[in-house]
Structure formats: structure tokens, C-alpha cells
């Protein structure tokens, strides 16, 4: 087992996140990710992490989001409110189970650029209220576009995340 005593616990971002990353690196192992649909999914990644003194990535995909905010809210904008709630719930609850969590967004492709755009809202807000971004990462998932179109489109979307000490994950060229 890795000892992580040294990191910091609850969710991670900016300087916190390269530690925890150049820390994986150096140590040779992975930090695992997991799509969340719930708290409780959320909890019962947070309970395995703590027992087995894990770093762990708690993801929010689209779908996942819509499924946290639950098909009674009729909200164009469910996907989002999902994800920002489930955001929320783990920055409420992780530093109570001793481990490093990177919070991050799953595959969003062009067509889901207004799910993007909501979290980003949602960052910008939380980073103006204390100091650090809700999401510790986003990804975009681009490979479906020209490469010139993704990259301009990952670097419109980064000068803004860049601010916050957002990490931006790309997919580029084929991935299917």
C-alpha cells in the first residue's frame, strides 16, 4: 500500500492536484476513476477509497448528471444541476473520509458544450466565493471534430478554466 499521509484529504484541485498527480507518478501506481450517479455511489467510492487509503476521481458524466437531478426537475439544464449537486455533496463529505479526491467531468463532446458552460458557471462561482474551483478537472471529448476545430475549442475552453487552476482533459484523433 502507498502511503499517502503526506496529501491532502477531501477534493483537490490546482497546486493540491499536481501533488497528488506528481505523487502517483513518482509512487508507480494509478489513481482510479468512477462515473457517480447518487450519493450513495458517491459514498461508496468514498468508503472503499478510505479503506484501502486510496486516492480516488469521482466523475460526473452527462447522463449521470441528468440521473442526480433526477427526470421530475423538467430543467433543459438538469444534466448540469445534477453534476454541480453531486459536486457539492462530495465537498461536503470528502474530507471526512481521510483521502485525496479529484473531482472531474466525463466525456463531453460538442453537443454537450451547454452541460460544459454550466459547470464552468458553477466553478467561476464557488472560486469567487472561496478561492479554489468546484471541479478539480474537466474533460472534452472532441474527437469526433477536425483536429484544428477541437484544439481551438479545448484552448478557448482552458484560457478561461486556466484562471481557477482547472485541469483540462482532451480527446484528440479517434478514440472509438
Same mark, same amino acid.
Not at 484552448?155 to 482533459?169: D, T
Given at each position: 500500500?502507498?502511503?499517502?499521509?503526506?496529501? %491532502?484529504?477531501?477534493?483537490?484541485? !490546482?497546486?493540491?492536484? *499536481?501533488? $497528488?498527480?506528481?505523487? /502517483?507518478?513518482?509512487?508507480? +501506481?494509478?489513481?482510479?476513476?468512477?462515473?457517480?450517479?447518487?450519493?450513495?455511489?458517491?459514498?461508496a467510492v468514498l468508503?472503499?477509497?478510505?479503506?484501502?487509503?486510496?486516492?480516488?476521481?469521482?466523475?460526473?458524466?452527462?447522463?449521470?448528471?441528468?440521473?442526480?437531478?433526477?427526470?421530475?426537475?423538467?430543467? %433543459?439544464?438538469?444534466?448540469?444541476? !445534477?453534476?454541480?449537486? *453531486?459536486? $457539492?455533496?462530495?465537498? /461536503?463529505?470528502?474530507?471526512? +473520509?481521510?483521502?485525496?479526491?479529484?473531482?472531474?467531468?466525463?466525456?463531453?463532446?460538442?453537443?454537450?458544450?451547454?452541460?460544459?458552460?454550466?459547470?464552468?458557471?458553477?466553478?467561476?462561482?464557488?472560486?469567487?466565493?472561496?478561492?479554489?474551483?468546484?471541479?478539480?478537472?474537466?474533460?472534452?471529448?472532441?474527437?469526433?471534430?477536425?483536429?484544428?476545430?477541437?484544439?481551438?475549442?479545448?484552448?478557448?475552453?482552458?484560457?478561461?478554466?486556466?484562471?481557477?487552476?482547472?485541469?483540462?482533459?482532451?480527446?484528440?484523433?479517434?478514440?472509438?
Amino acid at each position: 500500500m502507498t502511503d499517502i499521509s503526506d496529501m %491532502p484529504v477531501g477534493v483537490v484541485t !490546482g497546486d493540491n492536484l *499536481l501533488k $497528488l498527480l506528481s505523487h /502517483a507518478r513518482e509512487n508507480s +501506481y494509478a489513481i482510479p476513476a468512477f462515473n457517480c450517479t447518487s450519493s450513495s455511489t458517491a459514498n461508496a467510492v468514498l468508503e472503499a477509497a478510505k479503506k484501502n487509503n486510496s486516492p480516488v476521481m469521482i466523475q460526473a458524466s452527462n447522463g449521470g448528471g441528468a440521473f442526480v437531478a433526477g427526470k421530475g426537475i423538467g430543467n %433543459p439544464d438538469a444534466a448540469a444541476i !445534477g453534476a454541480v449537486a *453531486l459536486a $457539492l455533496h462530495v465537498r /461536503a463529505v470528502a474530507p471526512y +473520509y481521510g483521502v485525496p479526491v479529484v473531482l472531474h467531468s466525463d466525456h463531453c463532446a460538442k453537443k454537450l458544450l451547454p452541460w460544459f458552460d454550466k459547470m464552468l458557471e458553477a466553478n467561476e462561482e464557488y472560486f469567487a466565493q472561496y478561492g479554489e474551483p468546484l471541479f478539480s478537472s474537466h474533460m472534452l471529448d472532441l474527437s469526433e471534430e477536425p483536429d484544428e476545430d477541437n484544439i481551438a475549442i479545448c484552448k478557448k475552453y482552458f484560457e478561461r478554466m486556466h484562471k481557477m487552476k482547472i485541469w483540462l482533459e482532451m480527446e484528440i484523433g479517434i478514440t472509438g
